[in-house]
Protein backbone atom coordinates (compact mmCIF):
# COMPACT_ATOMS: atom_id res chain seq x y z
CA UNK A 1 0.00 0.00 0.00
CA UNK A 2 1.18 3.43 -0.81
CA UNK A 3 2.24 5.41 1.98
CA UNK A 4 0.73 8.79 2.81
CA UNK A 5 1.90 12.11 2.56
CA UNK A 6 3.69 12.94 5.31
CA UNK A 7 2.51 16.57 5.63
CA UNK A 8 -0.55 15.41 4.99
CA UNK A 9 -0.30 13.40 8.07
CA UNK A 10 0.43 16.44 10.14
CA UNK A 11 -1.79 18.97 8.67
CA UNK A 12 0.90 20.90 7.62
CA UNK A 13 1.96 22.70 4.74
CA UNK A 14 5.94 21.96 3.00
CA UNK A 15 7.13 25.60 4.32
CA UNK A 16 6.30 24.56 7.70
CA UNK A 17 9.21 25.40 10.24
CA UNK A 18 10.67 22.72 12.85
CA UNK A 19 8.45 24.06 15.87
CA UNK A 20 5.29 24.27 13.74
CA UNK A 21 5.77 20.59 12.57
CA UNK A 22 6.82 19.57 16.31
CA UNK A 23 3.45 21.35 17.81
CA UNK A 24 1.16 19.67 14.87
CA UNK A 25 2.79 15.90 15.82
CA UNK A 26 1.85 16.67 19.10
CA UNK A 27 -1.66 17.45 18.25
CA UNK A 28 -1.86 14.51 16.24
CA UNK A 29 -0.37 11.70 18.80
CA UNK A 30 -2.37 13.27 21.69
CA UNK A 31 -5.49 12.40 19.60
CA UNK A 32 -4.79 9.12 18.08
CA UNK A 33 -2.66 7.71 21.16
CA UNK A 34 -3.78 4.60 22.45
CA UNK A 35 -4.73 5.05 26.42
CA UNK A 36 -7.27 7.74 24.53
CA UNK A 37 -8.32 4.98 22.33
CA UNK A 38 -8.26 2.10 23.65
CA UNK A 39 -8.74 -1.32 21.52
CA UNK A 40 -8.76 1.16 18.60
CA UNK A 41 -6.10 -0.55 16.12
CA UNK A 42 -7.43 2.56 13.20
CA UNK A 43 -6.34 4.83 15.84
CA UNK A 44 -2.95 3.23 16.97
CA UNK A 45 -2.05 2.89 13.06
CA UNK A 46 -2.90 6.66 12.65
CA UNK A 47 -0.71 7.27 15.94
CA UNK A 48 2.43 5.30 14.27
CA UNK A 49 2.05 7.02 10.91
CA UNK A 50 2.35 10.31 12.62
CA UNK A 51 5.50 9.30 14.76
CA UNK A 52 6.88 8.07 11.22
CA UNK A 53 5.99 11.37 9.63
CA UNK A 54 7.41 13.51 12.48
CA UNK A 55 10.57 11.16 12.56
CA UNK A 56 11.35 12.79 9.00
CA UNK A 57 9.93 16.09 8.89
CA UNK A 58 11.33 16.94 12.51
CA UNK A 59 14.54 16.10 11.06
CA UNK A 60 16.00 19.34 8.84
CA UNK A 61 18.35 16.32 6.47
CA UNK A 62 15.58 14.03 6.33
CA UNK A 63 13.03 16.74 5.70
CA UNK A 64 15.07 17.70 2.57
CA UNK A 65 15.35 14.43 1.36
CA UNK A 66 12.02 13.76 1.00
CA UNK A 67 11.13 16.82 -0.57
CA UNK A 68 13.18 16.42 -2.86
CA UNK A 69 13.03 12.36 -3.30
CA UNK A 70 9.84 11.76 -1.76
CA UNK A 71 9.31 8.19 0.53
CA UNK A 72 12.19 6.52 -1.29
CA UNK A 73 14.73 9.95 -0.17
CA UNK A 74 14.42 8.20 3.46
CA UNK A 75 13.01 4.90 3.01
CA UNK A 76 13.65 3.44 -0.37
CA UNK A 77 12.24 0.37 -1.27
CA UNK A 78 9.81 0.01 1.65
CA UNK A 79 12.37 0.16 4.33
CA UNK A 80 16.28 -0.14 3.05
CA UNK A 81 17.74 -3.34 4.38
CA UNK A 82 16.95 -4.27 7.93
CA UNK A 83 13.29 -5.23 9.12
CA UNK A 84 10.24 -3.39 9.76
CA UNK A 85 8.28 -3.10 12.78
CA UNK A 86 5.06 -1.29 12.05
CA UNK A 87 5.52 2.39 10.20
CA UNK A 88 9.15 3.21 9.67
CA UNK A 89 10.14 0.08 11.99
CA UNK A 90 9.27 1.55 15.05
CA UNK A 91 7.88 0.03 18.33
CA UNK A 92 5.63 1.99 20.77
CA UNK A 93 8.71 2.33 22.56
CA UNK A 94 11.04 3.78 19.75
CA UNK A 95 8.56 6.20 19.26
CA UNK A 96 8.97 7.03 23.39
CA UNK A 97 12.27 6.94 23.50
CA UNK A 98 12.92 9.59 20.26
CA UNK A 99 9.91 11.67 20.97
CA UNK A 100 9.41 11.55 24.46
CA UNK A 101 10.57 15.21 24.55
CA UNK A 102 7.55 16.73 22.37
CA UNK A 103 4.59 16.01 25.29
CA UNK A 104 6.85 18.11 27.64
CA UNK A 105 8.86 18.35 30.26
CA UNK A 106 8.78 15.42 32.28
CA UNK A 107 8.26 12.96 29.35
CA UNK A 108 5.13 11.86 27.98
CA UNK A 109 2.04 11.57 29.86
CA UNK A 110 1.40 8.36 28.59
CA UNK A 111 4.67 7.21 29.39
CA UNK A 112 2.94 3.80 31.01
CA UNK A 113 1.87 2.57 27.40
CA UNK A 114 5.23 3.04 25.84
CA UNK A 115 7.10 1.50 28.59
CA UNK A 116 4.60 -1.83 28.97
CA UNK A 117 2.13 -0.28 31.23
CA UNK A 118 -0.74 -0.70 29.18
CA UNK A 119 0.47 -1.85 25.43
CA UNK A 120 2.39 -4.53 26.08
CA UNK A 121 5.68 -3.65 24.60
CA UNK A 122 8.32 -5.25 25.01
CA UNK A 123 10.68 -4.35 28.05
CA UNK A 124 13.76 -2.23 27.28
CA UNK A 125 17.01 -2.81 28.21
CA UNK A 126 20.64 -1.26 28.16
CA UNK A 127 21.37 1.34 25.69
CA UNK A 128 21.10 1.96 21.35
CA UNK A 129 24.01 1.37 19.25
CA UNK A 130 25.10 4.62 17.56
CA UNK A 131 24.50 5.22 13.62
CA UNK A 132 27.32 5.17 11.31
CA UNK A 133 27.83 6.67 8.15
CA UNK A 134 29.60 5.56 4.95
CA UNK A 135 29.88 6.43 1.49
CA UNK A 136 29.53 4.52 -1.74
CA UNK A 137 30.80 5.61 -4.58
CA UNK A 138 29.05 4.35 -8.36
CA UNK A 139 29.31 4.45 -11.91
CA UNK A 140 26.52 5.50 -13.73
CA UNK A 141 26.21 2.18 -15.09
CA UNK A 142 25.47 0.58 -11.58
CA UNK A 143 22.74 3.78 -11.40
CA UNK A 144 20.82 2.91 -14.26
CA UNK A 145 20.24 -0.62 -13.10
CA UNK A 146 20.84 -0.86 -9.67
CA UNK A 147 23.49 -2.77 -7.74
CA UNK A 148 24.48 -5.20 -4.98
CA UNK A 149 27.13 -3.66 -2.71
CA UNK A 150 29.87 -5.72 -0.03
CA UNK A 151 31.11 -3.31 1.96
CA UNK A 152 33.87 -4.38 4.94
CA UNK A 153 32.12 -1.71 7.96
CA UNK A 154 34.41 -1.77 11.59
CA UNK A 155 32.02 -1.31 13.65
CA UNK A 156 30.74 -2.61 17.41
CA UNK A 157 29.59 -5.70 16.91
CA UNK A 158 27.45 -8.03 19.77
CA UNK A 159 30.09 -9.86 21.75
CA UNK A 160 30.17 -14.20 20.97
CA UNK A 161 30.93 -15.09 23.89
CA UNK A 162 28.48 -13.36 26.18
CA UNK A 163 25.97 -13.07 23.02
CA UNK A 164 25.81 -9.26 23.70
CA UNK A 165 24.40 -9.80 27.55
CA UNK A 166 27.77 -8.33 29.38
CA UNK A 167 27.80 -11.36 32.01
CA UNK A 168 30.63 -13.70 32.07
CA UNK A 169 28.17 -16.71 32.50
CA UNK A 170 24.45 -17.55 33.20
CA UNK A 171 24.74 -17.35 37.06
CA UNK A 172 25.92 -13.73 36.63
CA UNK A 173 22.89 -12.09 35.76
CA UNK A 174 20.82 -11.76 38.82
CA UNK A 175 17.26 -10.30 39.09
CA UNK A 176 17.33 -6.46 39.98
CA UNK A 177 16.07 -6.03 43.48
CA UNK A 178 14.60 -2.46 42.99
CA UNK A 179 12.11 -3.04 40.22
CA UNK A 180 11.57 -7.42 40.87
CA UNK A 181 13.05 -7.85 36.93
CA UNK A 182 10.30 -5.96 34.89
CA UNK A 183 12.91 -3.38 34.30
CA UNK A 184 10.80 -0.58 35.28
CA UNK A 185 9.30 1.34 38.61
CA UNK A 186 5.91 2.90 39.16
CA UNK A 187 5.16 6.40 40.21
CA UNK A 188 2.35 9.03 40.28
CA UNK A 189 3.36 12.08 38.50
CA UNK A 190 1.30 15.53 37.59
CA UNK A 191 0.87 16.34 34.03
CA UNK A 192 -0.84 18.33 31.73
CA UNK A 193 -4.27 15.72 31.71
CA UNK A 194 -3.94 15.60 35.16
CA UNK A 195 -2.49 13.11 38.18
CA UNK A 196 -1.85 10.29 36.19
CA UNK A 197 0.70 7.09 37.44
CA UNK A 198 3.47 6.77 34.85
CA UNK A 199 6.13 3.94 34.18
CA UNK A 200 9.57 4.66 33.90
CA UNK A 201 13.18 2.82 33.50
CA UNK A 202 14.90 1.45 36.64
CA UNK A 203 17.35 3.45 37.13
CA UNK A 204 19.70 -0.24 39.09
CA UNK A 205 18.99 -1.82 35.88
CA UNK A 206 18.70 0.61 33.51
CA UNK A 207 15.61 -1.07 32.05
CA UNK A 208 17.37 -4.14 31.83
CA UNK A 209 16.04 -6.00 34.41
CA UNK A 210 18.72 -7.80 35.76
CA UNK A 211 22.28 -7.06 37.21
CA UNK A 212 25.55 -8.59 36.30
CA UNK A 213 27.37 -9.76 39.36
CA UNK A 214 30.57 -10.79 37.14
CA UNK A 215 31.09 -9.20 33.62
CA UNK A 216 32.20 -11.26 30.36
CA UNK A 217 36.10 -11.35 29.98
CA UNK A 218 36.10 -10.50 26.33
CA UNK A 219 33.71 -7.44 26.37
CA UNK A 220 34.39 -6.08 30.26
CA UNK A 221 30.51 -5.99 30.32
CA UNK A 222 29.17 -3.94 27.41
CA UNK A 223 28.12 -6.56 25.59
CA UNK A 224 29.89 -5.62 22.36
CA UNK A 225 33.36 -5.52 21.04
CA UNK A 226 34.93 -3.58 18.20
CA UNK A 227 35.49 -5.74 14.84
CA UNK A 228 34.65 -6.05 11.07
CA UNK A 229 31.45 -7.13 9.27
CA UNK A 230 30.99 -7.45 5.59
CA UNK A 231 27.32 -5.89 4.81
CA UNK A 232 25.45 -6.62 1.91
CA UNK A 233 23.53 -3.19 0.54
CA UNK A 234 20.92 -3.93 -2.29
CA UNK A 235 20.95 0.06 -4.19
CA UNK A 236 18.06 0.96 -6.29
CA UNK A 237 18.13 2.04 -9.90
CA UNK A 238 18.41 5.81 -10.09
CA UNK A 239 20.02 6.71 -6.52
CA UNK A 240 21.22 10.34 -7.03
CA UNK A 241 24.42 12.58 -5.88
CA UNK A 242 24.20 13.07 -2.44
CA UNK A 243 20.97 10.38 -1.60
CA UNK A 244 20.78 9.16 1.76
CA UNK A 245 20.00 5.74 2.50
CA UNK A 246 19.07 4.29 5.99
CA UNK A 247 20.09 0.68 7.33
CA UNK A 248 18.14 -0.31 10.17
CA UNK A 249 20.08 -2.07 12.74
CA UNK A 250 23.16 -2.18 11.06
CA UNK A 251 25.08 0.45 12.78
CA UNK A 252 26.98 -0.06 16.23
CA UNK A 253 25.77 -2.69 18.63
CA UNK A 254 23.62 -1.84 21.63
CA UNK A 255 25.30 -2.18 25.05
CA UNK A 256 23.96 -5.03 27.51
CA UNK A 257 21.79 -6.15 25.20
CA UNK A 258 20.35 -2.68 23.58
CA UNK A 259 19.73 -2.11 20.40
CA UNK A 260 21.71 -1.75 17.31
CA UNK A 261 21.64 1.81 15.20
CA UNK A 262 21.62 2.12 11.77
CA UNK A 263 23.94 2.12 8.68
CA UNK A 264 23.80 5.42 7.24
CA UNK A 265 24.60 5.63 3.88
CA UNK A 266 26.02 8.40 1.57
CA UNK A 267 26.15 8.28 -2.42
CA UNK A 268 27.88 9.24 -4.70
CA UNK A 269 27.98 8.98 -8.32
CA UNK A 270 31.28 8.79 -10.23
CA UNK A 271 31.69 11.41 -13.32
CA UNK A 272 30.97 9.51 -16.53
CA UNK A 273 33.88 9.86 -19.57
CA UNK A 274 31.49 10.89 -22.08
CA UNK A 275 27.45 11.41 -20.04
CA UNK A 276 26.40 14.21 -17.92
CA UNK A 277 23.26 13.42 -15.49
CA UNK A 278 20.54 15.69 -15.87
CA UNK A 279 17.84 14.08 -13.65
CA UNK A 280 16.92 10.63 -14.79
CA UNK A 281 17.94 12.26 -18.35
CA UNK A 282 21.75 12.01 -19.96
CA UNK A 283 23.48 14.13 -22.00
CA UNK A 284 25.51 13.45 -24.54
CA UNK A 285 27.60 15.87 -26.53
CA UNK A 286 28.21 15.32 -30.43
CA UNK A 287 30.56 16.90 -32.81
CA UNK A 288 30.11 17.15 -36.65
CA UNK A 289 32.09 18.77 -39.60
CA UNK A 290 30.71 20.90 -41.85
CA UNK A 291 30.70 18.43 -44.49
CA UNK A 292 28.52 15.76 -42.46
CA UNK A 293 26.42 18.23 -41.49
CA UNK A 294 25.58 19.24 -44.38
CA UNK A 295 25.15 15.75 -46.38
CA UNK A 296 24.16 13.58 -43.68
CA UNK A 297 25.71 10.86 -42.45
CA UNK A 298 25.59 7.48 -39.48
CA UNK A 299 27.57 7.73 -36.64
CA UNK A 300 28.51 5.93 -32.78
CA UNK A 301 27.73 7.47 -30.12
CA UNK A 302 28.38 6.19 -26.79
CA UNK A 303 25.14 5.00 -24.54
CA UNK A 304 25.57 2.97 -21.12
CA UNK A 305 24.58 0.04 -22.66
CA UNK A 306 27.55 0.74 -25.12
CA UNK A 307 27.95 2.10 -28.68
CA UNK A 308 24.64 2.57 -30.93
CA UNK A 309 24.39 3.94 -34.53
CA UNK A 310 22.46 6.87 -35.42
CA UNK A 311 21.69 8.87 -38.22
CA UNK A 312 22.30 12.44 -38.71
CA UNK A 313 20.11 13.93 -41.19
CA UNK A 314 21.10 16.03 -44.36
CA UNK A 315 21.33 19.93 -43.03
CA UNK A 316 20.99 18.96 -39.57
CA UNK A 317 22.08 22.68 -37.51
CA UNK A 318 24.39 23.48 -34.79
CA UNK A 319 21.77 22.97 -31.70
CA UNK A 320 19.71 20.18 -32.60
CA UNK A 321 19.04 17.69 -29.80
CA UNK A 322 18.78 14.14 -31.17
CA UNK A 323 16.69 11.70 -28.55
CA UNK A 324 17.49 7.98 -28.10
CA UNK A 325 14.69 6.99 -26.40
CA UNK A 326 14.68 4.86 -23.05
CA UNK A 327 18.33 5.32 -22.59
CA UNK A 328 18.43 7.55 -19.65
CA UNK A 329 18.42 6.49 -16.00
CA UNK A 330 15.38 4.82 -14.13
CA UNK A 331 13.27 7.01 -11.69
CA UNK A 332 14.30 6.18 -7.86
CA UNK A 333 10.04 6.46 -7.49
CA UNK A 334 9.96 4.20 -10.16
CA UNK A 335 8.03 6.57 -12.56
CA UNK A 336 9.79 5.45 -15.87
CA UNK A 337 13.05 5.76 -17.10
CA UNK A 338 14.62 8.80 -18.76
CA UNK A 339 16.09 9.43 -22.09
CA UNK A 340 19.78 10.13 -23.82
CA UNK A 341 20.01 13.63 -25.33
CA UNK A 342 22.71 13.94 -28.20
CA UNK A 343 23.44 17.98 -28.55
CA UNK A 344 24.40 18.39 -31.93
CA UNK A 345 27.71 20.51 -32.21
CA UNK A 346 29.84 21.55 -35.16
CA UNK A 347 33.32 21.37 -35.11
CA UNK A 348 35.73 24.08 -36.71
CA UNK A 349 39.30 23.09 -37.83
CA UNK A 350 41.74 25.32 -35.90
CA UNK A 351 44.34 25.44 -38.91
CA UNK A 352 43.33 25.08 -42.79
CA UNK A 353 45.46 24.28 -45.67
CA UNK A 354 45.93 26.24 -48.89
CA UNK A 355 43.52 23.92 -50.34
CA UNK A 356 40.93 23.90 -47.40
CA UNK A 357 40.91 27.84 -47.21
CA UNK A 358 40.30 28.24 -50.71
CA UNK A 359 37.08 26.17 -50.55
CA UNK A 360 36.01 28.02 -47.96
CA UNK A 361 36.29 31.42 -49.82
CA UNK A 362 34.37 30.23 -52.30
CA UNK A 363 31.67 28.56 -50.57
CA UNK A 364 31.49 31.97 -48.59
CA UNK A 365 30.87 33.56 -51.78
CA UNK A 366 27.30 31.11 -52.23
CA UNK A 367 24.52 33.07 -51.05
CA UNK A 368 25.67 33.19 -47.57
CA UNK A 369 25.77 29.12 -46.70
CA UNK A 370 21.91 28.86 -47.72
CA UNK A 371 20.57 27.09 -45.37
CA UNK A 372 19.02 24.75 -48.39
CA UNK A 373 21.95 24.00 -50.16
CA UNK A 374 22.30 23.93 -54.05
CA UNK A 375 23.50 21.64 -56.34
CA UNK A 376 26.34 23.17 -56.85
CA UNK A 377 26.85 24.04 -53.54
CA UNK A 378 26.54 20.10 -52.52
CA UNK A 379 29.86 19.19 -54.82
CA UNK A 380 32.14 21.57 -52.26
CA UNK A 381 30.38 19.47 -49.41
CA UNK A 382 31.40 16.50 -51.07
CA UNK A 383 35.04 17.70 -51.67
CA UNK A 384 35.29 19.13 -48.06
CA UNK A 385 34.20 16.16 -46.34
CA UNK A 386 36.88 14.22 -47.57
CA UNK A 387 39.33 16.88 -46.59
CA UNK A 388 37.95 17.07 -43.30
CA UNK A 389 37.37 13.86 -42.02
Known sequence: MAKRDYYEILGVSKDADTVAIK?????????????????????EEKFKEAAEAYEVLGNPDKKARYDRFGHAGVDPNGGF???????????????????????????SPFESFFRGGGGGTRRGGGQRGTNLRIKVA???????????????????????QCS???????????????????????????????????????????????????????????????????????IPGGVEQ??????????????NGGPPGDL??????????????????LLYDLYLNFADAGLGTSVEVPTLEGRVKIKIPAGTQAGKVLRLKGK????????????????VNLWTPKKLTEEERKLLERMKKMDNFSPKPGKSERGFFDKMKDLFS
Open 23 to 43: KAYRKVALKFHPDKNPDDKTA
Open 138 to 160: LTLEEVAKGVTKKIKVKKQRTCS
Open 242 to 255: DMQLNMRGKGNAGM
Open 81 to 107: GGGRRGHGGMTMEDIFNQFGDVFGEGG
Open 264 to 281: LIHIEVKPHEYLKRDGSN
Open 164 to 234: GSGAKDASSKKTCGSCGGSGYVRQVRNTFLGQMQTTTTCPTCNGVGQVTTAKCTQCRGEGRVFGEETISMD
Open 328 to 343: GLPSVQSYGVGDQLIY
